[in-house]
């Protein structure tokens, strides 16, 4: 095989396809896994189907046509393809279905490590018209682990009307070369079960499948679909395929037995038909004869009596029509500097006319707290939800009881640590955010943000979530708050676990998944660029309201404000170990007044140092102060307390990292020193100095109103908002992975006829 050959060949058959190939073509060329070829297979289509795809393949280079002359069936269309493939690995993938952009990346990295050569991941099905609720194909075991599928196995799964799903409807991906040598091919007399077949045959060969639970095909149910019936031709044809299964093998026994009650199934569907027609042709002796012949044949006529039942269960969801927010992070009002963030953001689409819906996707965010109650600024919202969670009022109670008995525990263990007892009960609940996403999470994200008109991913790790809001057109925008990798690889962070692990290559990778990065300062923002030149980068930073006047506040009196992160405690225990002493010789009766849940991983304060906790009012807080601390150490993004003090119109006192990103906006609105004595010189110096806190005060609130007002903050970011939303489908802009752009569609006439095989055997 040549060293160019793609990792996977996709096969796409067509047979006018129109409506939904462009979908399917983009979500092929979107994957992570960028060495692969499409090939598209035509079938004898009277419609625009090719020229939709060729728009949709917007000139990559990886997309391959082939045309049979005439129309000759879908097992037939992918033999074209086969004959033309490279890759080791084939996938089949229908003309109006989409896949997850990690499928192939995923999917294939799985099976090489277990040593499959047949890999198959479950269907996310859902309906054209949104006719039912979006659910998984696969239950039980199968559903919760990854499992060895024998060939016993595969054809007792695959009975007709057996009371389990059927393996054969699954879309498994294959090596090109089975195992005797041979290519694989499929059987061009089936016009239904050719999968099944193939799959089959290629176990009995001595190939091995491993289904894996994830979902990551989206498998779309067309409505006239519900109630399709094999016809006769088709039957006899899957009758007739099912007995050369075991032409020139001496099967075992189990699989022989297998084999023989799936051949029943076939035959008493047969006899079915028989029935169905005689009754039709009001031929009563007929259709009793038929059913005389294979008594239990009758049994299937329960299907087409408990179909209008089965009609009546189906819970049809309309589609969204609003901007689904996906979010890991607990947010319940401006708590902190992230959640305040989201709601600015939030604010700003609701004010340029979006609704919005917060899509908690996972009840991870619970944390340890079983209720939780939403404050008045969460009626940005226009819909709230949690999964794991239901709502009375503007209180959201946790479901699972265990959520209730951690807090519990939390409590206890807190007062045990009063009396010099450690029973380790409290420690902090799993960093929900970096969490990583579970199959009920997107069955959540497929039900509430189904057919959403944008989606907005809080934080790069919901990036993998959006595309079960089965909204191909939509455009998908990822606020990533600030370079989590940089937390990571930064020594005096404290990350937690979750993040820590973490490398730029895999965040940058699922930045990628997203058709906009939302950033919230300028540095981080060329970051980005830098590392993903395709992608589009918007930067909006935090916008708070600014006050009416500078507040010069009042001598020996410092403010902290911060919530109970890594980079705020070790700033606080800088500053007080190395700064506040200094402060104190010089100006002794200086007192600091720390405000924020910060003060909860405090030790005792030194003298002089209030902690205040969770405030309801910073307000006067702001007012009193005279000077406003931020000395950081470590920590990206946007220094949220950093604007919101320059807002209050106040004297700060900042290191470089508290200026990241901002810091030629507020050169000479702030003091920035890194060093001890210089940041405790600076602080003792404002505290007597009520003229040039005034010239700060004033400096800050002028940048404030200049640099963060609504407009400023998210202007560009409304624009691009706009620009995407307002877009018809077929102006979309769902660009290929970056090598592939501007380069010209490969159009090949192919004759149907096989090529000698490679052999692909590492």
């Known amino acids: 095989m040549s060293t160019n050959a793609p990792v996977v060949s996709v096969i796409m058959a067509n047979y006018n396809g129109a409506a939904h190939i462009a979908h399917a073509v983009r979500s092929v060329l979107r994957q992570t896994l960028s060495s692969l070829e499409l090939i598209v297979s035509d079938d004898g289509s009277s419609d625009d189907s090719l020229a939709r795809a060729r728009e949709a393949a917007a000139g990559d280079e990886r997309v391959v046509i082939v045309r049979g002359p005439a129309r000759s069936g879908p097992a037939a269309a992918r033999n074209r393809a086969l004959d033309v493939a490279?890759?080791?690995?084939?996938?089949?993938?229908?003309?109006?279905?989409?896949?997850?952009?990690?499928?192939?990346?995923?999917?294939?990295?799985?099976?090489?490590?277990d040593g499959a050569d047949i890999a198959a991941d479950d269907m996310l099905v859902f309906y054209d018209g949104h006719a039912a609720r979006p659910h998984p194909h696969l239950r039980g075991p199968l559903a919760k682990r990854a499992h060895w599928i024998s060939p016993t196995r595969y054809a007792l799964a695959n009975r007709l009307f057996a009371n389990q799903p059927a393996l054969g409807y699954l879309k498994p991906i294959f090596r090109l070369i089975g195992k005797d040598g041979a290519a694989a091919r499929y059987d061009e007399r089936l016009r239904v079960a050719e999968d099944f077949d193939l799959v089959m045959r290629l176990m009995i060969g001595g190939a091995r499948?491993?289904?894996?639970?994830?979902?990551?095909?989206?498998?779309?149910?067309?409505?006239?679909?519900?109630?399709?019936?094999?016809?006769?031709?088709?039957?006899?044809a899957m009758l007739s395929a099912h007995d050369r299964l075991s032409e020139g093998h001496a099967l075992a026994p189990d699989l022989t037995n297998a084999l023989s009650r799936r051949r029943a199934t076939l035959a008493n569907a047969q006899a079915f038909d028989r029935s169905v027609k005689a009754l039709k042709a009001r031929n009563i002796g007929d259709a009793v004869g038929a059913l005389a012949r294979r008594p239990s044949a009758a049994l299937l006529y329960r299907y087409p009596l408990l179909d209008p039942l089965k009609r009546r269960r189906l819970r049809a969801l309309a589609p969204s029509a609003r901007v689904a927010l996906l979010s890991r992070q607990r947010v319940v009002g401006a708590a902190n500097g992230s959640s305040s963030y989201l709601l600015s953001i939030a604010g700003a689409l609701r004010d340029a006319g979006y609704a919005i819906d917060y899509v908690g996707a996972s009840p991870k965010i619970f944390g340890r707290w079983p209720v939780l109650r939403l404050r008045p600024e969460m009626?940005?919202?226009?819909?709230?939800?949690?999964?794991?969670?239901?709502?009375?009022?503007?209180?959201?109670?946790?479901?699972?009881?265990?959520?209730?008995?951690?807090?519990?525990?939390?409590?206890?263990?807190?007062?045990?640590?009063?009396?010099?007892?450690?029973?380790?009960?409290?420690?902090?609940?799993?960093?929900?955010?970096?969490?990583k996403a579970e199959r009920a999470?997107?069955?959540?994200?497929?039900?509430?943000?189904?057919?959403?008109?944008?989606?907005?991913c809080d934080y790069a790790f919901l990036a993998t979530l959006a595309p079960f809001a089965l909204a191909p057109d939509a455009p998908v925008f990822t606020v990533m708050h600030d370079l989590m990798s940089a937390r990571a690889a930064d020594p005096y962070e404290r990350v937690p676990a979750e993040v820590a692990a973490l490398t730029a290559k895999e965040e940058y990778a699922l930045l990628g998944l997203a058709d906009v990065v939302v950033a919230i300062q300028a540095q981080e923002a060329e970051a980005v660029r830098e590392a993903l030149p395709h992608t589009t980068v918007v930067v909006a930073s935090h916008h708070t309201s600014s006050a009416a006047f500078p507040q010069?506040?009042?001598?020996?009196?410092?403010?902290?404000?911060?919530?109970?992160?890594?980079?705020?405690?070790?700033?606080?225990?800088?500053?007080?170990?190395?700064?506040?002493?200094?402060?104190?010789?010089?100006?002794?009766?200086?007192?600091?007044?720390?405000?924020?849940?910060?003060?909860?991983?405090?030790?005792?304060?030194?003298?002089?140092?209030?902690?205040?906790?969770?405030?309801?009012?910073?307000?006067?807080?702001?007012?009193?102060?005279?000077?406003?601390?931020?000395?950081?150490?470590?920590?990206?993004?946007?220094?949220?307390?950093?604007?919101?003090a320059l807002a209050a119109g106040k004297a700060v006192v900042g290191t470089t990292v508290t200026t990241q990103g901002v810091a030629h906006l507020v050169d000479g609105a702030m003091i920035v020193a890194d060093d001890a004595d210089a940041f405790a010189g600076a602080v003792a110096a404002l505290l007597g100095d009520a003229p040039r806190r005034r010239a700060l005060a004033e400096a800050a609130l002028e940048r404030a109103r200049r640099d963060f007002s609504r407009d400023a903050a998210f202007g560009p970011f409304i624009l691009e908002f706009k620009s995407r939303t307002s877009r018809r489908p077929s102006d979309d802009n769902f660009s290929s992975p970056p090598h592939s752009l501007g380069k010209p569609l490969t159009l090949r006439q192919t004759a149907s006829k096989p090529r000698a095989p490679t052999n692909l055997a590492h």
């Open 379 to 435: 009626e940005i919202f226009a819909r709230y939800a949690i999964r794991g969670g239901f709502r009375i009022g503007n209180t959201i109670f946790a479901t699972d009881p265990r959520v209730a008995l951690s807090a519990g525990a939390g409590i206890v263990a807190r007062l045990l640590r009063k009396a010099n007892i450690n029973v380790g009960w409290d420690r902090p609940a799993a960093f929900a955010i970096a969490a």
């Open 86 to 113: 490279r890759g080791e690995w084939i996938a089949i993938v229908d003309s109006d279905d989409l896949i997850h952009p990690q499928r192939f990346e995923r999917l294939i990295a799985a099976a090489e490590a």
């Open 552 to 644: 010069i506040g009042e001598d020996d009196t410092v403010l902290f404000v911060g919530s109970n992160t890594a980079p705020n405690v070790t700033a606080l225990e800088w500053f007080f170990a190395d700064c506040w002493p200094k402060i104190r010789a010089r100006r002794p009766k200086a007192k600091l007044d720390v405000a924020g849940s910060v003060a909860r991983s405090l030790g005792p304060p030194p003298e002089g140092v209030s902690l205040l906790g969770v405030v309801p009012d910073l307000e006067p807080y702001y007012r009193d102060a005279g000077v406003v601390i931020s000395p950081l150490r470590t920590g990206s993004g946007l220094k949220i307390k950093l604007i919101e």
């Open 441 to 456: 999470d997107a069955l959540f994200v497929a039900r509430r943000a189904l057919g959403a008109q944008a989606i907005v």
């Open 209 to 236: 499948l491993r289904i894996y639970p994830e979902l990551l095909y989206f498998y779309r149910k067309h409505a006239s679909s519900i109630s399709h019936r094999l016809d006769a031709t088709d039957i006899q």
